[in-house]
């Protein structure tokens, strides 16, 4: 996970707030990952919203522009005009990861970034979502699986600060502990 700024928590519990009242959480979750693909896949675009010289009002016109070319709802183009407005679309990555973490919790969802050595079939995703959702007390896991070249075998799960190491990598490493202490 990334470090994120101080500004993006006002900005994205307000943005959480009003889409709450408005049932548009998830939409604009989605929304705003869309804007943050965008801003990877075009470094001049996100340079463009990091160069102070660049006058507020022309970087909300080009944050409007985005927002109506993605095709975004009235709420997060809005958003977007103001964060640019106030200067702050370069902490776009982070507001979004704070809004997805605000939008998870009110939803009762974990996501669990999992390591595999070969890629998971959908049962074993689905006991792999069961079992971690039991471990961390009821919550509906969303996985997010990355295939590890590096890996020997198994799987090495994390949810926040919470690890599921099923690795062949992390056994022999245990047993090697084990041995070493006698």
Do not use: C
Request: aromatic share 4%; glycine share 8%.
């Amino acid at each position: 996970m990334k470090p994120q700024s101080a500004a993006a928590k006002p900005y994205a519990r307000a943005l959480w707030q009003l889409a709450k009242e408005r049932n548009e959480t998830e939409t604009v979750a989605r929304e705003l990952g869309s804007v943050v693909e965008t801003l990877a896949r075009e470094p001049g675009l996100r340079e463009f919203f990091e160069r102070p010289w660049i006058s507020a009002s022309a970087q909300r016109t080009v944050a409007l522009e985005v927002a109506s070319r993605l095709g975004l709802s009235a709420l997060t183009r809005d958003f977007l005009g103001l964060v640019a407005h106030h200067r702050r679309a370069d902490h776009l990555e982070a507001l979004a990861e704070v809004y997805r973490e605000l939008v998870d919790d009110d939803l009762g969802r974990a996501r669990a970034r999992v390591r595999t050595a070969v890629p998971l079939s959908a049962a074993e995703q689905d006991e792999l979502r069961q079992r971690l959702g039991r471990a961390l007390g009821g919550k509906h896991v969303v996985l997010d699986e990355v295939v590890d070249q590096q890996l020997l075998g198994g799987f090495v799960a994390e949810v926040d600060s919470y690890v599921v190491d099923g690795s062949l990598d992390g056994q022999l490493g245990r047993l090697k502990d084990r041995l070493a202490r006698g």
